[in-house]
């Protein structure tokens, strides 16, 4: 920082750097979206003035003069170059003049034709800086009066009217390019969609536009629809041969030529690598179906979605036929088999709980692509791993995880529950959209986790269900039918220490769901022009309520009252809901503020008296309230139970948290943060040696927490790790709810963002 103090000594003579770049933009009255105007117009200027570390020093800046000599040639000056250094950014007539030009340009296409502006440059009186301002007059924006689509071409001419019912572009709005745009791609997709497979989106003409009266700026706008510029008729046309060929690109000879359904498939094995039947699945466009843009799409997607082919390419070709052409699938497969060993430092998450410690874990691996040659992906994962605390330092706990897993390439309804559908229902609209690109799961797994000195738990899970994500921004995951079967074994230890009435939550237990298990559904926007971004990530979850149904029906008949059993084993019998909501907003040069709010409940249901303790919530970790270790926190006002080693175990039915956090660029991959935490964990009633852990006073039972972090951004990762002391306790210290001095949790580490 200090070396930055002296960056103007390296500045060639008479050369001055821009220190700010500042739009000015005077609209009439009405105008109401002139902060989006003014805000598009700054994102024009080419280059902003070299970035400051701390707002003081211009260290980018001075990295480059350091590094920018011709016998700077080093590794390790090219690597200052490349990622550290910051070129300057010197006052430069004709890039100011172009960007002037480019805002004008802007204005213009935003219907603002009588746009105008200039640039003023003011130079510092003690260093070698200039700070421009851009000086823009909008005027008033033209404003559609009429709007009409032609077209000379005789088949286009026929779809004139129905294109013209859906038009965008609407009288009273204003004629931008954007508008325009907007439109012409509508109607392209349109009628590519109609089987116009050779209409492109130059055949929209350019806006025309007629004066209407030029003292209200009101404008008569057409658009025409042109004709094929080679010739071709502008007709519908439909697929004739669908031509398949499956092979690495080597010299080798085809093996396999054979008709499926007038699918002509080749390929270079003895057998196809994927069976027709599969193949004709995956492939929207078939023969004698009217060509669709979005059929096109769709079978390059779920031919690229099956995951056993490292490119697709589906090409069209005419066809000697008139009003036809054909396809031709190239299809490069993937090894069947691929075996992978890995060790990581991982940030894991405890079964069925939300928290976060630290741990060292080895991944073996086993994938089988294409099992039975219908894309179906099988993956066994053993992972054994070890915990750490570091309050005091040592092992915390042991786990390991064996999992088997089936993924299917389709969406295969075999528990037949969407068979009740009707055409047009809500059931039927969603069913059509899975058929389209949902994926199924089966998979066993088996989790062991040793919390040492307290407790051990065996933790066996059967589903089976399916993933929805027709986008990145969307997901649905639900699962059917699962079963769970939780084995707990407390120690000594933790029996001494936890309330009486808390070990109800860890029987042994089965959780169960025939028909519907649970269902998770993620949402997030894209980041928008202000930089903003939010997310929604909502679960449901219930187990037992078949066997609690039938178990009631059975007492009817037999007039007693018994609770079902296996053995000596319970069913689990619960509903369990929770919610997160995360907004984001970027400021420029690396700020960022991020804000959370997390709430959830379980309700235990029928004879059950708790849910099960891997099911309920925790609070406090280095993705929750930083100030307290991962299960101090809670349930009310029930102050910590713990051993020298700090351990917690506090759960609860309900959970409220908010978090806000500050992020700031520093340095290179230097980030810092300061955040606020606030919320808690609840019981639904109080219990034996838990006074106090009830909703009924919840409103005065939130913990708030502080402190500040630093991040390593990676990008692919990131490093986290925050120190926070607690300024709020959910109970009294020294007769206050509020903290007198500094009580630091000095170790939250992290990898990636807790949100």
Known sequence: MLSGCNTYSYLPVNARLVSNNEVL???????????ELKLQAENLISRNPNSKVLGLFHTYLWYYYRTSEPDDTTRWDRFIQGNIAEEPVYKDLDEIQSNLDNMLGFLKNRGFFQAKGSYSIDVHKSKPTVAVTYSLESGQPMIIESFQITSKDADLKQLVPELQRRTVIKPGKVLDADLYYQEANRITKYLREKGYAFFFLNQVSPVRIDIADTLDHRVKAFVELLPDPGGRPTRPVYVNQVNILSSSGGEQSLGVDTLFRKFRIRDEGEEPFLRPEVLYRAMILRPDSLYKESSYDKSNRRLSSLGIYRFVNIRTLTDTLPDYLNLFVQLTPMQRKALDFSFEVNNTTAIGDNS???????????????????????????????EFNFQ??????????????????????????????KEGSFLGRWHQRFVNDAKSNLTLNYTYNNLLNFWEIHFVNLHYGFRYNPSTNFGITLDHFQVDYIRNDLKAEFEEKVPEGFKSAFEDQFLTGFLFRNIIVNYITPINKFGESWSVKAGFEQSGMEILGMNAIANLFTSK????????IGFAKYLRADTQWTYSRKFGKGRQVATRFYGGMIVPIGDDKSSPYIKQFSAGGPSSMRAWLNGELGPGSVQPVGNTSNRYFSRGDVKLEANIEWRQSIFWLLEGAAFLDAGNVWSLHDSEGQVGASLADMHKEFGLAGGLGIRLNFQYFVIVYDVATKLRYPYKVDGTHWAKGLDINWLNLLINYPF
């Open 25 to 35: 933009l005077e609209s009439p009255p009405g105008i109401d979206n002139q902060k």
């Open 561 to 568: 009252d018994k609770v079902w059993r296996a053995g000596s």
């Open 392 to 421: 005091p330092l040592g092992v915390n706990a042991g786990n390991g995880v064996a999992k088997l897993d089936f993924s299917f390439p389709f969406f295969e309804d075999y528990m037949k529950f969407w068979q009740l559908r």
């Open 356 to 386: 976060n410690v630290l741990g060292v874990s080895f991944s073996n691996s086993f994938t089988q692509r294409n099992v039975l040659r219908r894309a179906i992906r099988m993956d066994f994962t053993l992972e054994p791993g070890v």
